[in-house]
């Protein structure tokens, strides 16, 4: 699926050794469409009568729209990815999905003129260390265009808390709370 959201503000704090904290209210853009990876979301389901076990990851992106003095750049832009696993409800027309499970974040910063990149650290080498705890709220409603073939329109309410975001000399507390946006298609087996 192909996504965005709207971020609602945030508290944003930064420790690094040897300085005082940082604590602001973070606004975020999303950027969709680039630069780099865009915003996407894939789930994979077991379907039951009335309901189905999921698998969801969302690819969510950060960039910081609203720094303070001491915050040159900061994003998380190759992800502040949710692995979610939950429970999806039929309801009609339309599907219930709540779901929970970890954050793993991939970020870019300057903070103090001091440059962390994410790029061969974290899990495989791939820039990637977990960070936080995320849930969901979705609904949505599948369009059928044969019978295993569907478009996925969907609304979501993201909420995380990653508490362990790495910066250079330190570390970022960065909730985000986001109404998520998502259209795709998906095959039934």
């Not at 969709?32 to 865009?38: A, I, L, N």
């Not at 960070?131 to 599948?142: F, I, K, T, V």
């Amino acid at each position: 699926m192909a996504g965005s959201a709207f971020n609602f503000p945030t508290p944003l704090s930064v420790s690094q050794q040897g300085y005082p904290d940082i604590h602001s209210t973070a606004e975020y853009d999303t950027k969709p469409f680039g630069p780099f990876m865009p915003y996407y979301a894939w789930r994979v389901s077991l379907l039951e009568k009335n309901g189905a076990w999921e698998l969801e990851h969302v690819h969510h992106r950060l960039f910081l729209t609203n720094p303070p003095p001491e915050i040159q750049d900061f994003a998380i832009h190759f992800g502040y990815n949710f692995f979610l696993l939950g429970y999806a409800w039929n309801l009609g027309d339309f599907v219930l999905h709540l779901d929970a499970g970890p954050i793993f974040t991939s970020p870019f910063s300057t903070i103090r003129g001091q440059i962390y990149s994410s790029a061969g650290v974290g899990f495989l080498h791939g820039g990637y260390t977990f960070s936080g705890l995320g849930a969901q709220a979705a609904l949505s409603r599948n369009l059928y265009i044969t019978n295993n073939f569907y478009f996925i329109l969907e609304a979501a309410l993201i909420p995380g808390w990653a508490w362990a975001v790495p910066v250079a000399n330190g570390n970022a507390d960065v909730p985000n709370i986001g109404l998520h946006g998502h259209l795709g298609t998906g095959v039934r087996f």
